[in-house]
């Protein structure tokens, strides 16, 4: 591992932070194995007797045999086993993820590819996908959150996440955050052909705005708002109780009260009327001298 990864990290531009493709996605298609056979086993009653009521006959003996009832309770089997397929998946998921982090703990630093530390960042990531996805795909508002604290990132209470990617390891969000539609928030940057992994730390009452990214290293004071468009630095601190803007993250603006604000906006209206009318007496005057 290299020390002192903020001063030796410089870049001249924010390159894209993701993940190589390698042979541990195939946890995928393990992940949907295993939540399809307890799939299979727990329905395996429930089918059973729907077919009894159908021919007559059973798949394999079984009392009690299937009753009439059992065909309204069908609809809301359909919808148990959506949630029962996910939650398997999420539950198992989280255990290799454990198992994973108990092999080689993560940490932070900047690492060269193929070190152990590069493998396992992979490892962990493709364990955590498809269950972050499918807590995604449900139609619970909180599933994502329960997930994301599954796999270790620690959100506080009253924290409102919308659609975006957030890395499944050194995340930790304050109480009271909002998150808006397609952001980013990497814990990891990969650069050539080193990665970086470092904690991302977002204080309490924080709004982080639509279209944003923010870097590994970035550390949001309680209050701080990142404005739509912007993306951070590596290891970039954002100031409490102020609007950060810029690409990268370089102006910073006082955060208005709703009075405040109208007071400026009824001072905007009152200039331009007073523009307009000052242009059109030196038109007039204009035409007169003329």
């Known amino acids: 591992m290299e020390k002192n990864y903020e001063s030796k990290f410089k870049v001249e531009f924010l390159s894209t932070s993701g993940v190589y493709k390698t042979p541990f996605t195939v946890i995928i298609l393990f992940q949907f194995f295993i939540g399809g056979i307890i ?39 359909l919808y148990a086993n959506i949630l029962l397929f996910a939650f398997s998946i999420i539950l198992f998921s989280a ?12 940490q932070e630093g900047v690492f060269k590819k193929g070190s152990k530390d590069w493998k396992y960042m992979h490892r962990r990531f493709w364990t955590a996908y498809f269950p972050i996805w499918l ?36 995340i930790e969000i304050g109480d009271f955050t909002m998150t808006s539609l397609h952001i980013c928030i990497f814990s990891h940057l990969i650069y050539q052909d080193k990665v970086l992994i470092k904690k991302v ?6 709004i982080i705005g639509p279209q944003t990214i923010i870097s590994p290293g970035t550390i949001m004071q309680d209050g701080a708002i990142l404005g739509a ?30 009075e405040e604000s109208q007071l400026k906006a009824e001072k905007i209206k009152k200039s331009k009327v007073f ?16």
């Open 201 to 206: 730390s977002i204080g309490t009452n924080c």
């Open 229 to 258: 468009n912007s993306y951070t630095w590596v290891c970039q601190e954002l100031k409490s109780e102020l609007i950060h803007v810029g690409t990268p993250v370089d102006k910073t603006f006082p955060i208005q009260s709703l």
């Open 95 to 106: 255990g290799i993820f454990k198992v994973l982090n108990w092999l080689h703990p993560p």
């Open 135 to 170: 807590a995604r795909a449900i139609p619970l508002p909180w599933a994502d959150i329960v997930v994301f604290r599954f796999f270790g990132i620690r959100i506080g209470k009253n924290v409102v996440i919308y659609e975006g990617y957030i890395d499944p390891e050194f």
């Open 275 to 290: 523009d307009g009318q000052h242009s059109k007496i030196n038109i007039e005057k204009g035409g007169e001298n003329k």
């Open 39 to 77: 799939l299979v086993l727990i329905n395996l009653w429930f089918s059973n007797h729907l077919y009894f009521l159908l021919t007559g006959n059973q798949f394999f003996l079984m009392e009690p045999r299937g009753e009439w009832y059992e065909w309204l309770l069908l609809p809301m089997s």
